[in-house]
């Protein structure tokens, strides 16, 4: 099914913010689009929206994220994330049109890796694979096949290694008992599924 893919405009933010909140089941992952568009980590070009018969359907979004290695030298990469299509439109495309946009648009943009949480048979489809390839580390525990890098270009990653800092807004502590819980869109238990057609993990990190 072929979608119409454009930038998302300031006009379509409550659209967005109820495809997430209905794609992930809670407002979680809108909370967290509304606090990234407000950060220096936004990239207008890079929030795009997918349209079907004249309604927003799916959004995507890259931000700007950095790469530090041991000697402290910072690499700049993009983070995929979040990412939502409403659950009547899944399955038909839209989630990887959407991808396949954002990565033409970011390496238009000349940016040069993009790093992914998510499954690790969807992602794969479009050169995403374990960024361990590079050395490259997620700043929480996460398994490393679904913590992925893609190089935009040509040796777009080579010499980059280090842990990837994400913006600030990904981190949304909660205090519960005696454990703090990091917990954001990208954070969730792998265990649990979203749904049975999400094709992203929650995970907590503790
Ligand atoms: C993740 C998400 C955005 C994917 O959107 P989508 O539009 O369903 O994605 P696609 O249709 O491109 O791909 C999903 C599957 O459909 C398959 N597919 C793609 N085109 C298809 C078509 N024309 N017909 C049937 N199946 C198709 C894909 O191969 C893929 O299969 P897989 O799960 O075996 O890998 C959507 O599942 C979602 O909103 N999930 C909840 C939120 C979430 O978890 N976001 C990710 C956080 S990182």
């Not at 109820?18 to 689009?33: D, M, P, R």
């Not at 795009?48 to 790469?67: C, E, M, Q, S």
Request: hydrophobic letters at 40%.
């Amino acid at each position: 099914m072929e979608a119409k893919i454009r930038q998302e405009t300031t006009e379509d933010r409550s659209a967005v913010y109820e495809i997430n909140s209905i794609a992930f089941g809670q407002e979680n992952e809108a909370k967290l689009v509304d606090l990234l568009r407000k950060s220096d980590a936004f990239i207008p070009a890079l929030s795009f929206v997918a349209i079907l018969d004249h309604k927003i359907v799916g959004h995507i979004l890259f931000t700007k994220i950095k790469i530090i290695d041991n000697d402290h030298k910072e690499f700049d990469s993009l983070a995929l994330a979040p990412m939502a299509v409403r659950p009547e439109c899944q399955q038909k495309g839209i989630g990887g049109q959407l991808i396949k946009t954002g990565l033409d648009k970011a390496r238009e943009l000349k940016y040069k890796s993009v790093i992914v949480l998510g499954h690790e048979h969807y992602y794969p489809k479009f050169g995403f694979v374990p960024a361990d390839k590079w050395r490259i580390k997620a700043p929480f525990d996460v398994p490393k096949n679904v913590f992925m890098g893609l190089e935009l270009l040509t040796d777009g990653l080579k010499g980059v290694s280090g842990t990837v800092k994400y913006p600030k807004e990904f981190e949304r502590k909660q205090r519960t008992a005696n454990r703090v819980f990091i917990k954001s869109e990208l954070m969730c238990n792998r265990a649990e599924k979203v749904q049975s057609h999400s094709v992203g993990y929650k995970i907590i990190a503790l």
